[in-house]
């Protein structure tokens, strides 16, 4: 029973019934226009201001892209020419050091020089007045000794310009 009833049910739902259609299309086709009218058109609207809205959020997408990529093709630039610049100064300073030190080592052996010129004249100054006082001391030795000996008494300013030309004609054989 069960199962003549849903055959039953099965077949009328199979078989066209043509009011049920020909009422089904006029409520379409009514739906249809009434969502035309009203629905449709704000829905287009709202698609096309969507679309326009992704396609200038695109475009400014793109516009960002590209002022990134200039942004950092600048700063790129930028940094070799700081990389640049730092080798040069870090050049011109080791050339600046360099330069400094052999001016300063060139200063120094110019002074050193002076000091070893001034030493070498102060020990021939010395050695000179040592000469001098010896040169007097044994003049008066001489002449001490020679008045011991001869037992007479020179005029010592005599004495002393005897002694002194022997003295000058010894240190001329010397040297």
Not at 1 to 10: D, E, F, K, N, R
Not at 101 to 126: G, H, N, P, S
């Amino acid at each position: 029973m069960l199962t003549s009833g849903i055959i039953l049910l099965a077949g009328s739902l199979l078989s066209p019934n043509p009011g049920l259609i020909f009422w089904t299309a006029i409520t379409f086709v009514i739906v249809l226009l009434i969502l035309k009218k009203v629905a449709w058109g704000p829905i287009l609207n709202a698609l096309e201001e969507r679309e326009k809205g992704i396609q200038a959020s695109i475009d400014r997408a793109h516009k960002a892209k590209d002022e990134s990529e200039a942004i950092l093709r600048k700063n790129k630039e930028l940094f070799a020419k700081a990389d640049a610049e730092s080798d040069r100064i870090i050049r011109e300073g080791k050339d600046y050091a360099e330069k400094l030190r052999a001016d300063l080592t060139e200063k120094a052996q110019v002074e050193a020089k002076k000091i070893i010129t001034a030493a070498k004249e102060e020990i021939e100054q010395e050695k000179r007045r040592a000469l001098d006082v010896l040169r007097n001391e044994v003049a008066d030795l001489a002449v001490k000794g020679a008045e011991k000996i001869i037992k007479t008494t020179l005029d010592a300013e005599m004495q002393k310009k005897i002694v002194d030309s022997m003295i000058q004609d010894l240190s001329t054989k010397r040297n």
